[in-house]
């Protein structure tokens, strides 16, 4: 667990954390009672799951309308916040989504990658390696130290370089860096790998430890930022 975590933050956090909604959350999104807005806010009930990583902090919502796929990013900082999909066929291994808020303007920046080898880094952006940037709708804000980046995506976009949100579990690494407005730097101890049903909303622990935040030493701020 992180050490020296930042109370303001982990209350603002559980502000915009809703808890789970139980068994009837994909019956209610197929009668659009979950309405997502891509706003740059979380409220109460906006989207029908969501995951609260106890060992970074940071919080994942989530929710399939249709054939577009609503994920709202919550991060306990003001740098990057990110997430890269890992489909357990190894078809694609670094498929990206990485973004960022200017607190001074409160301008969004997210960006979708790729990584075409076999890892999830380095990654680049998918217009170099044949994809496109995917999103249909992207907000944010940046907050008393909070990170909140939302966006939209069609379930399947046909592209080689996007996973499929599928009803299947989807493995997914979740990162931010408490400080760094960019794509590059490095996220530390601020990561972790989970295994996700985007459409029935099934969450598990990743079988493979060595790619999550499960370090001996995981004090933030050291030398590998």
């Known amino acids: 667990m992180l050490k020296h975590a930042i109370p303001l933050a982990l209350m603002l956090l559980s502000l915009v954390a809703i808890s789970a909604l139980g068994e009837n959350a994909a019956g209610d999104a197929a ?3 979950f309405n997502p807005q891509v706003d740059g806010v979380i409220s109460d009930g906006e989207y029908g799951h969501m995951y609260h990583d106890e060992l970074i902090g940071m919080v994942l919502h989530w ?5 577009v796929m609503y994920i709202g990013m919550v991060a306990p900082g003001t740098g990057w916040v990110g997430l890269n999909f890992m489909p357990n066929n190894g078809t694609i291994h670094g498929d990206t989504v990485i973004g960022y808020v200017d607190g ?3 301008e969004t920046f997210l960006s979708d990658q790729v990584a075409p080898g076999d890892a999830h880094f380095p990654h680049y952006d998918d217009r170099q390696h044949g994809g496109e940037r995917s999103f249909i709708e992207v907000a944010g804000s940046e907050i008393n130290g909070v990170t909140i980046i939302e966006f939209s995506r069609a379930l399947n976009t046909g592209e080689p370089t996007d996973a499929p949100f599928m009803n299947m579990g989807l493995m997914t690494m979740i990162s931010f860096h408490p400080t760094a407005d960019d794509y590059i730097s490095y996220h530390s101890k601020w990561y972790n ?6 459409i029935s909303g099934g969450v598990m622990e990743a079988m493979d430890a060595s ?7 995981d004090t933030p701020g050291g030398s590998d930022d």
């Open 211 to 217: 790619h999550t935040g499960h370090d001996e030493d």
């Open 63 to 67: 929710q399939a309308v249709g054939d």
């Open 193 to 198: 790998v989970i295994t996700i049903n985007y």
């Open 31 to 33: 009668l659009g009672l």
């Open 104 to 106: 001074e303007i409160q």
